[in-house]
């Protein structure tokens, strides 16, 4: 069973960039479907981004509209770990941000990833 670490959140101010870090417990996920999401108190949980396997070490993007010019998803570790590079936050970024990974991309988006890191916290104050 695979374990995702997630870390890097923390309380930043508006226009702060942040990087978030999800390190797996064993190096298999190279050619996985790995993704962020989020959920705000209240909210339903949104898909981030997440990244595709191409083929070695290559990997597709993607991002939702209100977060694509400020969001770079990446693969580090041959593949096997995710970041997220965040810039010009806003207040309505605060959430708990979840790294996730699935054999299957479609799963992944669905929300349905077989591994799920623990959560980091990202708070943006005005």
């Known amino acids: 069973q695979v374990q995702l670490v997630d870390s890097g959140g923390g309380l930043v101010q508006a226009g702060d960039s942040l990087r978030l870090s999800c390190t797996p417990s064993?190096?298999?996920?190279?050619?996985?479907?790995m993704g962020w999401f989020r959920q705000a108190p209240g909210k339903e949980r949104e898909l981030v981004a997440h990244t595709t396997f191409r083929r070695a070490l290559t990997y597709d993007p993607w991002y939702p509209d209100p977060v694509k010019r400020r969001v770079t998803i990446y693969r580090g570790d041959a593949g096997n770990s995710l970041y997220l590079q965040m810039n010009n936050l806003k207040p309505e970024d605060t959430a708990t941000y979840y790294c996730?990974?699935?054999?299957?991309?479609?799963?992944?988006?669905?929300?349905?990833?077989?591994?799920w890191g623990q959560g980091t916290q990202v708070t943006v104050v005005s």
């Open positions: 996730a990974a699935d054999p299957e991309a479609q799963t992944l988006v669905a929300g349905k990833s077989a591994y």
């Open positions: 064993e190096r298999t996920l190279s050619t996985y479907a």
